[in-house]
């Protein structure tokens, strides 16, 4: 009956949004969300009940300025490393399909990034740019790992493009799929993930049905989005103060000028988009590819945001073929 209620209130909200001007949305935004809210209270789920849910004998933690990142490492200790970093609002989980593959011969290590998923809130409140590398060089550095390649979807692409300027010596491959990061002149010095205040309401309610909306346009084709997905999405949104860090990342996160930092790239790097991305649109992969030392683009037909999740065979293959090349043709 619940879950009845909540479909209900949020289809006749979401019908009423999309019927409004943008002046008039945010004129009503309180009262509606406000009434949507009403008897749809959704507090964090427990850690515990998230770790019998999404964790396994490979979950690992380790402590970063107070900061227990999870995080999970398989495949052979000896073999080369693959760091895995998701997008916003995401978590380890997204790479999951990906992972079995990719194990059977590289060590494959995916965590939940300060703020997201398990890992949760950062004791620090501080989401910047420069700590999100700070903390990213310790936790690799903890795990002993001397040089890797990098693998980052969205925000984590950005994140894996500013590690790499950081540490050009270290990155032996980057892989770069729709990252965020690169704004036309004008948009540098403006917030990308900031939230209107009314969005806070969202650390109180979290109707299932809002979660599967904002997924969708990630997709090329909604239809591939299924019930399993949005669960995780989901849950991983009601882990431990993850909304709250989330709105704090949004208002943190400042646009700045890439170009200085990506020429500092050394790594071969893959650019890897899908072509019908509503979110950030394949045309960006040629700001990339004017900078970048050594790159390759390659766009895929038919897919949209979440290409390593709408169809991930098919990214996939793109993906080891490029690695394969680079990381095992000398062995």
């Known amino acids: 009956m619940h879950n009845e209620k909540e479909f209900e209130v949020c289809k006749s909200l979401m019908r009423l949004i999309k019927s409004m001007s943008l002046s008039a949305i945010l004129l009503i935004s309180t009262v509606l969300l406000a009434l949507a809210a009403y008897g749809l209270w959704a507090p964090d789920l427990g850690f515990g009940e998230l770790q019998k849910r999404y964790s396994s004998t490979s979950n690992n933690v380790v402590n970063v300025d107070g900061m227990r990142i999870h995080y999970k490492d398989t495949g052979p200790q000896d073999a080369p490393v693959l760091l895995f970093l998701h997008g916003f609002g995401s978590s380890l989980q997204t790479w999951d399909v990906w992972a079995v593959t990719l194990e059977q011969k590289y060590r ?7 703020g997201f998923g398990l890992t949760g809130p950062s004791p620090s409140n501080n989401y910047s740019e420069l700590n999100d590398v700070n903390t990213l060089t310790q936790f690799v550095d903890k795990l002993g790992v001397s040089d890797l390649s990098v693998i980052g979807h969205s925000m984590g692409g ?6 790499a300027a950081a540490h050009p010596d270290r990155v032996k491959a980057l892989v770069l799929m729709a990252p965020d990061g690169f704004p036309q002149p004008e948009a540098i010095g403006t917030k990308p993930y900031a939230m209107p ?7 109180f309610s979290l109707p299932r049905y809002f979660v599967r909306k904002s997924i969708e346009p990630a997709f090329a084709d909604p239809s591939a989005l299924d019930d399993k997905m949005v669960s995780r999405y989901h849950d991983m949104l009601r882990a431990p103060g993850v909304r709250g860090a989330i709105l704090e990342r949004g208002n943190q996160t400042i646009y700045t000028d890439p170009v200085l930092r990506l020429k500092k790239i050394k790594a071969p790097t893959l650019l890897l988009w899908g072509e019908e991305d509503k979110m950030i649109p394949s045309s960006n992969a040629a700001s990339y590819a004017g900078v970048l030392a050594q790159s390759q683009t390659v766009f895929i037909p038919k897919l ?23 990381l095992l043709s000398a062995k």
């Not at 290409?307 to 490029?322: K, M, R, S, Y």
């Open 304 to 326: 949209g945001h979440l290409l390593h999740e709408e169809q991930a065979d098919i990214g996939l293959a793109q993906l080891v073929e490029f690695l394969d090349a680079r």
């Open 197 to 203: 205040a009314i969005m806070g309401l969202m650390k």
């Open 158 to 163: 950005k994140i894996a493009w500013t590690f």
């Open 108 to 114: 494959v290590i995916r965590l939940d990034l300060p």
